[in-house]
Nanobody, 115 residues
């Protein structure tokens, strides 16, 4: 059973930076795609960024140019570097992985951006 554990969340000032980490219990090399989602209070969970096994990345328009997703297959960890954060970036961020069409989720971690 794959486990994903997020860390690095917390409180950050608007315009600041934060790096989220997602540590997998096993190898992420076999994961076809890994992603970060976020969910603000009262809103639908939405994709933020994805990275495929061959290194292709994709970003939601609202984070493009500010956030960077990366994966370290040696450390079995996926990162989300968040720069120039805005109050609207506040929410619970979830790590997601897909392997053989099976989806895995972390429990989520709260990011709060103060004005």
């Amino acid at each position: 059973q794959v486990q994903l554990v997020e860390s690095g969340g917390g409180l950050v000032q608007s315009g600041g930076s934060l790096r989220l980490s997602c540590a997998a219990s096993g190898s992420i090399s076999s994961m076809y795609v890994m992603a970060w989602y976020r969910q603000a209070p009262g809103k639908q969970r939405e994709p933020v960024a994805t990275v495929t096994s061959d290194g292709r990345t994709d970003y939601a328009e609202f984070v493009k140019g500010r956030f960077t997703i990366s994966r370290d297959n040696v450390k079995n960890t996926v990162y989300l570097q968040m720069n120039s954060v805005k109050p609207e970036d506040t929410g619970v961020y979830f790590c997601n992985a897909v392997r053989y069409s099976v989806k895995y989720w972390g429990e989520g971690i709260l990011v709060t951006v103060s004005s």
